[in-house]
């Protein structure tokens, strides 16, 4: 099926909330601080961050000017972006059946869209497919 460029594709799911493992899918540049920060100049690629991270285990790197994404308030917690301890909190009181493996994180203000298109938005689809996530939550800075 080829993707519309005008609309985004309608899937309806059939599943109960309570009966789906849920991955998040960031563009707010969230990513373990072991790990390489994004380059705020520009950056397509993105992180997989483990299923079982801790929260405090995590920063943000944007390159967004400040004034219209401040990182102050997601680097104390970086549950407003990433809403990891939620979804497992949301988990343990049955509203959901539990959290994928792995989760993914981009930088939204990469400013390289031909290289996301073909290479970077491809390259995440496969991983939330090996993921075998009944959902994911988008979120952004």
Not at 126 to 134: C, I, Y
Request: glycine share 6%; proline share 6%; charged share 25%.
């Amino acid at each position: 099926m080829e993707m519309s460029r005008k609309a985004i594709p309608y899937t309806p799911n059939p599943m109960a909330l309570k009966d789906m493992t849920i991955m998040i899918v960031s563009t707010a540049g969230a990513h373990l601080k072991e790990q390489n920060p994004f380059d705020t100049a520009g950056d397509a690629t993105y992180r997989v961050i483990p299923g079982d991270v801790q929260a405090g285990d995590m920063t943000v790197t944007h390159g967004a000017p400040k004034e219209h994404y401040n990182t102050d308030e997601p680097k104390k917690d970086i549950n407003c972006i990433f809403p990891i301890d939620r979804l497992r909190e949301l988990a343990t009181e049955g509203f959901i059946k539990g959290l994928a493996e792995k989760h993914i994180s981009m930088m939204g203000y990469a400013m390289r869209l031909n290289q996301i298109n073909q290479e970077t938005a491809p390259a995440i689809a496969k991983e939330v497919t090996k993921s075998q996530a009944d959902a994911v939550i988008l979120t952004a800075g």
